[in-house]
């Protein structure tokens, strides 16, 4: 099964790279040509990855809350940071997870006004102290990048917790409730990961 999921890999890492070379010409600028494959592998796992969801949501009848929720997700996690899989098939199973979480935590109504405002100065103070959590494989982003990701990601949930008792209607609120939950359990599973890892390479340097 793992050797599938590779194999997926490999061939979108292999179209990305033809794709690339059409639009390099040839390899005189490694680098260019490695960032650009990158690139536009991201940009075609992304795509499938969001048409293969919207198809199914929409068979699930959740296509409204599935855009939704995937909005808050994108605009809150791409500065907070959190979890990655080694495959695009992991990648997509989680995010099909995530999102169908939310939604059937928002529809089953379990987190009162009171359990949400609690939830949500709960993440800000989490990301007041740990985001951006950046992993291992990504570059590792200077101080002042962190600075600016923090404080874009707190502007975020200052706008929703307004937008959650002003504006919205019910519904949206407690999908937004839900978001910022799967957010911050997200988010303590990549610090607690992140320790763990350090403490781990700790121990073998003694």
């Known amino acids: 099964m793992l050797g599938t999921f ?44 969001f048409i293969l969801l919207s198809v199914v949501f929409k068979l699930l009848g959740y296509s409204k809350e599935f855009y939704f929720v995937l909005f808050n997700f994108i605009i809150l996690r791409a500065f907070v940071g959190g979890t990655h899989r080694k495959t695009s098939v992991g990648c997509l199973v989680q995010s099909f997870i995530t999102i169908l979480s939310g939604i059937v935590i928002a529809d089953l109504k379990i987190m009162p006004c009171e359990l949400s405002i609690i939830i949500s100065f709960i993440l800000l103070l989490f990301v007041f102290f740990f985001a951006p959590i950046i992993s291992d494989k990504r570059a590792k982003y200077s101080k002042n990048k962190r600075y600016k990701f923090k404080t874009v990601a707190l502007l975020i949930i200052s706008i929703q917790i307004v937008f959650y008792h002003y504006i919205l209607p019910d519904m949206y609120r407690r999908l937004i409730s839900a978001c910022e939950l799967l957010i911050l359990v997200e988010l303590v599973v990549s610090v607690t990961d992140t320790i763990y890892i350090k403490n781990n390479k700790k121990e073998g340097e003694i």
């Open 6 to 49: 590779v194999t997926i890999d490999n061939c979108f890492d292999n179209l990305s790279k033809k794709v690339a070379l059409k639009i390099v010409g040839d390899f005189e600028d490694e680098f260019k040509f490695e960032v650009l494959a990158y690139g536009i592998n991201v940009f075609l796992r992304e795509v499938i990855k």
